[in-house]
């Protein structure tokens, strides 16, 4: 049976707060079994305004790779998120972490 945990690496309040204003988080892994993943959190705004704005500067958008949309950019509703798309066997289809010290990642949920 797998198991699911999820990381950190900031998870103090300020981290959050940040986070939330910037409508993104890129400090967030998942670890399935003994694999990790670096997921990129975003709300749907934040990605749009980036997507605009490369657009307009280049010409194209390349996407975050493990990119995953919420509704706002909070501990919860990341935590929530991840469970479900771990339920959908989200995991299975994107690219783990080659090399991580997990020294360095707070556990959050």
């Known amino acids: 049976m797998q198991t699911i945990e999820i990381f950190f ?3 103090s309040e300020l981290a959050e707060f940040e986070a939330k204003n910037k409508g ?3 400090d967030v892994y998942v670890k399935v ?3 990790f993943f670096n997921v990129r959190i975003y709300d749907v705004f934040t990605l749009k305004q980036d997507f605009e704005r490369e657009l307009d500067s280049y010409g194209y ?4 790779p493990n990119l ?3 509704k706002d950019v909070n501990k919860a509703e990341i935590i929530e998120t991840i469970k479900r798309l771990y339920e959908q066997k989200y995991f299975e289809g994107i690219k783990p ?3 991580i ?5 707070t556990k959050v949920n």
């Open 9 to 11: 690496l900031d998870d």
């Open 24 to 26: 993104y988080r890129v």
């Open 33 to 35: 079994d003994n694999i």
């Open 61 to 64: 958008y390349a996407i975050e």
């Open 68 to 70: 995953i949309l919420v």
């Open 97 to 99: 972490v080659e090399h």
């Open 101 to 105: 010290d997990i020294t360095d990642l």
